[in-house]
Every structure is written in structure tokens, then in C-alpha cells.
């Protein structure tokens, strides 16, 4: 369950955080996915970072409420209206996005900069094309890449096709109460528009799990031209859990074993204690040189509800 209220309504911190963070991750899920769905990342990470989903509206303990926003780049202001100046200069953090989630996160990242606020020390997007690549005519789904627009047999025809079919929306009163949220978050996706198209002023990290058919390597290859000077890209060995219905899509949620494992070893400032946190991007650790074909360990609660 979320620890609702403890940093307002933007975030659903995890249930047991560390009571002194080294660091902050603030993880942006994809399309109709609660920020919950990140929690089960913590015992696979550092103890002493401290898991920062951001909760949008209409899912988890929002559920109910309307998602106002007309864009992505509105939906970053309003995020960031709502989570205040202060939680960003109390402890360094760096900023996670998949898939929905990684265009919103280079959202966040942007408007940060261009408030004057903190800014992470590194930004991971995950299963995405880079932003200058916005517009369904990039878009991999060959088929029928808008999904935000159609009608209710349609949108689960193709939601299938493209994701897979989750045994937890089968029911007609689930689909009900849960398409409207699907299509709102598409909606933005398809009609994305980058606030900015300038370099960050922060390292980049793009990721991807390998027979993910939601971006091409080249597509993914293209975050560099944003990267405010260091770009890396990893690429994940048998994301897909065995049996699963899902697509390699949802490795964040269904197989985040070597994810985790990688994330361990790359973020920034967590081996020792910070001092005089200014937000200004400092030194980052090496990316491991483990091996990429390496099995991933599959973490508890790994099977999520899009809600």
C-alpha cells in the first residue's frame, strides 16, 4: 500500500523508506500504471534510497480524479507545482521514466532546469523513443499506432495485440472503469509536443529490454541528442518472464531483476553521505561491465494491475 500523505498527493511513497536517504529515485510509471507499481523495486535496491513514485491522477489513491492536463509538458508543471521546491533540495536525486513515464521524466528534467530548481544527477529513460521522435508517424505499432481515439472493442483489440493480454483486465467492469484512464494517458503520448528540444544540462541513460518491439535501438540511440554530455545506453538480456503474458515491454514490472541489479551499481552519490547538496550534477559512478546476457532475478510482487 502506498504511504499515502507523506509527501502530499503527487507521490506514493513506498511503505517502509529509509529514515535518512543518501539519495531519491522518482520513478514516472507507463500508460495507466499507479506509481505503486514501483514498490516492489525496494528490496532489490540500496537501503538507503529511497523510492519517489509519482501518483498521477485517476490511479492508485487518485483514483477518481480526473486527469486535467492537456499535455505532458502541462502534466510536468502541474506535477511539479504539487510536489514543491523543497522536496527537490533536500536530498540529491535522479529522475526514472518508462515508456509514458520517460517523456514525462524529460519533461520533469526540462522544467526543472528552466525554473531554476534542483536537477537530478542523472536522468534514466526506459522503452521510449527520444523526444525529437514524438508523432505517431515514429511510432514502431506499423498497425494502428493511436489507441487514444478509439472505440472501445478497437482500443482493446489493438491494446492486446501491442501489450499483450493481462489477465487482469478481463472483466467488463474493469475495462470500463480503467479505458478511460488508458486513453487518456495515449492521448497525451500520441499528441506529445517537447516543451524543449535543448541539450539537458544532466547525464543521460537510456534503457531498453532486447525484443522490445515499443522502440528500435536506433530510436533509442537517439536520446544522446539530448544528453547534457555523458550518454549511455544498456540493453537488457530475457526481459520476458518465462510463461508470462506480456510483452518484454513490462520488464520494469514483470522481470526487473538485472535492472535493479544495474541501478545498484549506477546511481550516483549512494555509497556515502552528501554534503552541501547544491542540485548541481556532480562526478557519476561507472556503468558495471557486467555481463548483458546475465539470467535476471524476478523480485515479489512482480504482477500488476494497470490501475
Not at 143 to 166: I, K, M, S, T
Not at 187 to 193: K, N, Q, R
Not at 209 to 221: I, V
Not at 271 to 290: A, N, Q, R
Request: hydrophobic share 35%; net charge negative.
Amino acid at each position: 500500500m502506498a504511504n499515502q500523505g507523506k509527501y502530499g498527493e503527487w507521490i506514493a511513497a513506498a511503505p517502509s523508506p529509509p529514515s535518512a536517504p543518501k539519495l531519491r529515485i522518482f520513478c514516472v510509471a507507463p500508460v495507466g500504471m499507479s506509481g505503486a507499481c514501483f514498490h516492489p523495486w525496494a528490496p532489490g535496491l540500496p537501503a538507503a534510497l529511497e523510492l519517489m513514485p509519482l501518483e498521477l491522477p485517476g490511479r492508485g489513491f487518485r483514483m477518481g480524479e480526473k486527469l486535467q492536463a492537456t499535455s505532458l509538458s502541462a502534466l510536468a508543471g502541474a506535477a511539479l507545482d504539487g510536489i514543491g521546491r523543497p522536496l527537490f533540495e533536500e536530498v540529491p536525486f535522479v529522475v526514472f521514466g518508462h515508456s509514458f513515464g520517460a517523456w514525462l521524466a524529460y519533461e520533469l528534467a526540462q522544467q526543472l532546469r528552466h525554473r531554476g530548481w534542483p536537477e537530478p544527477l542523472k536522468l534514466y529513460v526506459s522503452a521510449n523513443r527520444a523526444p525529437q521522435l514524438h508523432g505517431v508517424s515514429h511510432d514502431p505499432d506499423g498497425v494502428q499506432p493511436e489507441l487514444g481515439r478509439l472505440g472501445e472493442d478497437g482500443f482493446w483489440r489493438h491494446f492486446e495485440r501491442r501489450y499483450g493480454a493481462n489477465p487482469d483486465l478481463q472483466e467488463d467492469y474493469i475495462r470500463g472503469f480503467i479505458r478511460p484512464v488508458l486513453q487518456g494517458d495515449f492521448s497525451l503520448l500520441e499528441s506529445y509536443v517537447p516543451s524543449s528540444l535543448d541539450k539537458l544540462s544532466v547525464p543521460v541513460c537510456a534503457l531498453c529490454a532486447k525484443g522490445d518491439n515499443r522502440c528500435r535501438p536506433e530510436q533509442l540511440s537517439a536520446w544522446s541528442e539530448v544528453a547534457g554530455g555523458v550518454f549511455e545506453e544498456r540493453w537488457f538480456e530475457e526481459a520476458r518472464k518465462p510463461g508470462s503474458w506480456a510483452t518484454e515491454h513490462r520488464y520494469i514490472v514483470d522481470n526487473p531483476g538485472a535492472l535493479l541489479r544495474f541501478l545498484s551499481a549506477d546511481l550516483p552519490v549512494i555509497g556515502s553521505p552528501v554534503d552541501g547538496y547544491t542540485g548541481i550534477p556532480g562526478p557519476l559512478s561507472p556503468s558495471p561491465k557486467e555481463e548483458e546476457s546475465r539470467s535476471p532475478e524476478p523480485t515479489s510482487g512482480g504482477r500488476c494491475c494497470v490501475s
